[in-house]
DNA sequence: TTGTACGCGTTATCAT
DNA sequence: ATGATAACGCGTACAA
């Protein structure tokens, strides 16, 4: 029995066709015995109806989409978690895909989820501030999409993100009250999605607290390890800030490597917080003050906003925008 | 133009579909010029072939489904990165499944794909060490699956591994070459898998010079993290082990808290080394002794090995087992 | 080089 | 409660 089909089970059964799909598919119109009878051979012949026969026949793939920048980072794992939580509990099953932060690969992925491969969208965009007509091509198609953490403000889709902007103020405000005059804003592009908004909080809690906003300690990066060492170990050392606020993980990292290589003591020398979702932000050398987002939440948030637009298919769902609240975490890094 | 496929596309532009379908292929039975017109007109209007009618039509899915016991793990996520990036040059995408070590989910996941939804199968397995047979029918299927890092030996496919009990082996030695008298192995099911190889080479590099086995010095712990706090707390408390060699990143990051907590000082009270493949493992408190498998190699590994499956299907393919070699990053944890 | 026509495996509709 | 059949969108053998 190389290749069964529901047609060859129900040869072997003496049964039509349309039975043997009505017993997969817990239809009540049918006799509890022959069900029985068809899901056991079924089941010992380890026969499944075939997915892509069912996906064309009636236009569900249960399957979501999800696309991120990147997976080796605490923030975007335990989102995928939070989503693949939901799916699961929804029979869906999740396609993945990584951009490392480059448009073109988010724009390719897209183009090919415009062919119904999946029955919805979840991601947090690369970041590019370029033409995003490549993101309309889905709502034509009917294929919901939310964007979380990072987002792109001219699509109209819904959006999980977390309070970006007041996080960043109270991370900058908790800095200037342990004393830091010149901090440092460590960015990886400050002028699009989450980049600007945390630099915007950086900006009104300096001005509130009467500090002179300075552009040299605005730190733009790269997504190149080695480089963000090199830029980082040179503002050190040249522009020599009292405490630093980083919008993202990575440059908090990098930030505790110079330190450790330049023997520059934290917090007496320099004091640190950063965004980051570490679960073991308690453990590193020293403790890392942390900007926490709720990654499983917006996870959890995501899929359903996704689910809801799925159930509603061909109404008009409006648009939301959860705003989750991060958390400060004051630790050792900052004096704490 | 709502819905269009190969068909409303044939008659928009006056040929038969077979043509369509040919200029979407690579065919080179076809003129340049009607491709051209044919892509052409498809990209500006949104079209792609249906890949799930494509799919029933050659059973080729061009995808992949990767299952692993958890994301939130450096050692997975860059196996998943590895993967990633082999199945991209391919053309392929990833079906991401995470089991949670319950061996339920992992069976459930693998029945599953029986009905032809991925081409092909990586896994590192929930590591029970139960009836396999869910895994049987997929080879009656011909669906090729290839194991990595965590392996059931009963199965016969393709695996990569690492050189598990030499690299445990020389941990322990090292730990021993330290000082260490009391070695404690934290393990989270030493009789399966890795956690029993793992254990094999810490008991022989004991013997080897000659420190007598202590079974009260092999801690079995749990998947919960509270859980493994007391029990690591208990042993460190009552057994007072002066090294500690954990299987499992989890667990000495479980340790380093309890050392925090009771104010143990590492690495003069206690040593540490540990299964980890945590990239800023030199950024702790203090800076960890890894054993550091090639996470994205063994994902390169894997990928390559499905994809000669995949490519000689129908063919006989000769089961593979590749070993990678993991490496002892000895830091200040173990007094380095 | 292009077109015709069938079938991939399933499910919904309509009968019975 | 069950069966016959058409249709989902595509690719390919075959014919032209």
Do not use: W
């Not at 103020?169 to 908790?174: K, L, M, P, S, W």
């Not at 908004?197 to 509130?208: F, S």
């Amino acid at each position: 029995m190389d290749h069964i089909t529901i047609k060859t089970l129900a040869k072997k059964l003496g049964i039509s066709t349309s039975t043997i799909s009505r017993a997969f598919n817990g239809s009540t119109d049918i006799n509890k015995d022959t069900r029985d009878r068809i899901l056991d051979y079924a089941k010992k012949h380890n026969f499944l109806p075939n997915h892509y026969a069912s996906n064309l026949r009636d236009k569900k793939s249960k399957t979501l989409a999800v696309i991120v920048p990147e997976i080796v980072n605490d923030f975007f794992a335990q989102a995928i978690n939070g989503i693949e939580e939901v799916a699961r509990k929804k029979g869906f099953y999740i396609l993945l895909y990584r951009t490392d932060d480059v448009f073109e690969k988010e724009v390719s992925f897209v183009n090919y989820l415009n062919n119904g491969k999946a029955d919805g969208i979840i991601m947090s965009v690369s970041g590019e501030a370029n033409d995003h007509n490549y993101m309309r091509a889905l709502a034509q198609k009917n294929i919901p999409v939310v964007f979380f953490d990072r987002v792109y403000e001219d699509i109209d889709v819904s959006k999980v993100t977390t309070n970006d902007y007041e996080a960043s103020f109270e991370a900058t405000e908790h800095l200037i009250h342990t004393g830091c005059k010149r901090i440092a804003y460590l960015v990886v592009n400050k002028s699009i999605s989450i980049g600007k908004v945390r630099m915007q909080g950086y900006v009104d809690a300096l001005e509130k607290h009467g500090i002179a906003f300075d552009d040299d300690l605005v730190i733009d990066c790269s997504q190149d390890e080695k480089i963000n060492y090199s830029i980082i170990k040179q503002v050190l050392e040249d522009i020599k800030p009292d405490g630093i606020f980083s919008s993202v993980e990575r440059l908090a990292f990098a930030t505790l490597s110079v330190c450790n290589d330049m023997n520059i003591a934290i917090p007496n020398d320099l004091k640190i917080v950063s965004f980051s979702s570490l679960q073991i932000a308690p453990l590193l050398n020293p403790p890392l003050s942390t900007v926490t987002q709720p990654a499983y939440e917006m996870g959890i948030k995501a899929a359903t906003l996704l689910f809801d637009a799925l159930e509603k298919k061909g109404q008009v769902v409006p648009r939301k925008h959860i705003v989750l609240k991060s958390k400060l975490f004051i630790r050792k890094s900052s004096g704490g």
